[in-house]
């Protein structure tokens, strides 16, 4: 069975981005949800879009250079996320955004009423220093339960009880942390694990579909 496994996590993935970079707005995806086989910063830019628009996404790009961040972490703060967020939550207008880029990292919190929720990527020199990151995360994480089968899209990943989810991809981790968050959040009661989930593979659904 495991040699199926990149052929199962393919076609997951494949699902996933028929419908473009953001999943269909009419679902909301957990880990659970997925089937799974048997077996001192420099702020890079601070944005008011309380319904004025979104970031600029653009085409994912592998490599950071020293002024910044590349145009794939950028997407974390893109018009893909926030759309997914803003009909998950059934928002009436964009959540304000801050973003900042320090020490190879880009972050970007999306402010809510109920409290902060945070996506960042860190950006490694090679997929395996990358990996040696996410090693290191997962290892100090509390809680910490891996992705697995179909759920982590072919990709290392793992969870936290208190709303995080981590994906590792190339040389980026993906990190988004609903921790801030209450439990359940919108009109659907979604559980913040949720949300953070599909908010993450709606951003790696953009990196693969422009790489």
Known sequence: MKKHKPLLASLALSSLLLSGCAAAAGSVIAPSDVLTPATTSTEVGHTDSHGGGHHGGGSATPDATADGPSDAALMVCGEQPMDRLTSILDLDQDAHTINDWADSTFTCTYHLEEGDLVISVKEAKDQATALTYFDAMQALAKDAKP?????????????????????????????????????????????????????????????????
Request: charged share 15%.
């Open 147 to 211: 992705i697995e089968g179909l759920a982590n899209l072919g990709f290392p990943a793992y969870e936290t009880a208190d709303g995080s989810a981590v994906f590792q991809k190339d040389s980026f981790v993906l990190h988004v942390d609903a921790a801030d968050l209450p439990a359940t959040i919108g009109p659907d009661s979604v559980t913040r694990n949720a949300l953070a989930y599909q908010l993450s593979t709606t951003i790696l659904a953009c990196w693969i579909e422009h790489p």
